[in-house]
Structure formats: structure tokens, C-alpha cells
């Protein structure tokens, strides 16, 4: 971690807690997706080997798991979605329809 990034507290996101505004953030800063290079690997206090990208803000480092759900949800990612909720409401992002085949990589499960 660098040193202007120790004061910042970190989170770890799944899909299913991904909030308006995170989401935001991962399209600006990802506006054609991610992809291996953005992709941060590490063990959490499970010992669980997650995939994730990280998107910052002022006082957060957000480590959002990769999923094909959340890949999706950026692709089709319309700000005007959201305008009727809260920045930080876990429910307004909702599972994107995905095809049986795309979802064989979700991590989400």
C-alpha cells in the first residue's frame, strides 16, 4: 500500500452491497471496464483468494469483487438509473440479466 494511502479505511464490496455511488466511481474510473491489469488479488480474514478492482474516494479504498454481474452492471451502467435512490442504498443496484453461459465465472454465488 503506498504511504498517502495508509490513513484510508479499506472495503471490501461484494455485488450484492454494491451502492449507487461506488458504482459511479468504478465507471468513471474504468469507463471500457476492467480488465487483468486493473484486476487486485489478495487473501481476506477467510483465507479466501478474492479478485477484485479498487476504486477510491477521499476517506475509502473500496475493493469491489470481480464478478460477471458486476461487469455487466458497468456495461450497461446509465446514471439516470439511479436517480430516484440514495447514493449509499445497497438495493438500488440490481442483478443484471445475464445468459447461463456469461454467468460461469460469477464469483457472486
Known sequence: MN???????RV??????LTP???????????DGYDED?????????????DAVEVTTEDTKYLVKVSTKLAVTMENYDEED?????NDDPEAVQDPEIAADEDSDD???
Open 3 to 9: 504511504r498517502k494511502d495508509q490513513h484510508l479505511k
Open 12 to 17: 471490501i464490496v461484494d455485488f450484492k452491497k
Open 21 to 31: 455511488e461506488i458504482l459511479a466511481l468504478l465507471v468513471e474510473k474504468y469507463p
Open 38 to 50: 486493473h484486476i487486485i488479488t489478495f487473501r481476506n480474514a477467510k483465507n479466501e483468494i478474492i
Open 82 to 86: 439511479y436517480e430516484d435512490y440514495d
Open 107 to 109: 464469483f457472486d454465488e
